[in-house]
């Protein structure tokens, strides 16, 4: 088991491109949040303690994407969760799960791999259904980790302006 620490290397995907870029990480939990940026010090305080707004939209059959908003900094990015490629098993292991869910919100600095933000929340039970369903039809729609990946890039086209209008919006404080 792994302990992470704000101030740490974040010890997964450990990526230094000093490139912005999102991933999602499923957990026993429900998912992490893994996002890499070169922050400025209101965006550390933001991911620290400022609102966030979360919302998953089904972007191809069976591919879901997850919506942040840090809406203080006005910074709002998008993450494709796929269940093909975890360990063997778990995601179909996961997708079934009816325990109760948190998202947790890594901020990694993208040129150093240090964790400068991090914050568990509960989210909403609707929320986990409409993921863990999406992630479902995944599981049955796409036989490997290749064919998820080439809806995910089909997916990536769409624009996040509009992706953001076909979500249903929660709020962890």
């Known amino acids: 088991m792994y302990v992470i620490r704000l101030g740490e290397p ?15 990480r499923l957990t026993e939990n429900f998912f992490d949040v893994v ?28 591919v879901p994407f997850v919506l942040v908003q840090f809406p203080a900094i006005h910074r709002v ?20 799960l009816a325990t109760n869910a948190s998202l947790s919100f890594y901020l990694i600095n993208a040129s150093t791999n240090l964790v400068e933000g991090l914050r568990i929340v509960p989210v909403e039970a609707a929320f986990v259904r409409q993921v863990r369903a999406i992630g479902a039809r995944q599981l049955a729609a796409y036989p490997d980790q290749a064919s998820v990946l080439r809806a995910v890039e089909v997916a990536e086209q769409i624009p996040l302006r509009a992706m953001m209008g076909h979500v249903t919006w929660y709020t962890a404080e």
């Open 77 to 96: 990015f998008d993450v494709p969760l796929q269940l093909r490629g975890s360990a063997t098993g778990f995601g179909e292991a996961w997708a079934q």
């Open 10 to 24: 974040y010890p997964f995907n450990n990526i230094t491109t000093g490139d912005e870029q999102a991933r999602a």
């Open 35 to 62: 996002y890499y940026l070169n922050p400025g010090p209101e965006e550390v305080q933001q991911w620290r303690r400022g609102p966030i707004l979360y919302g998953v939209l089904e972007a191809a059959p069976g």
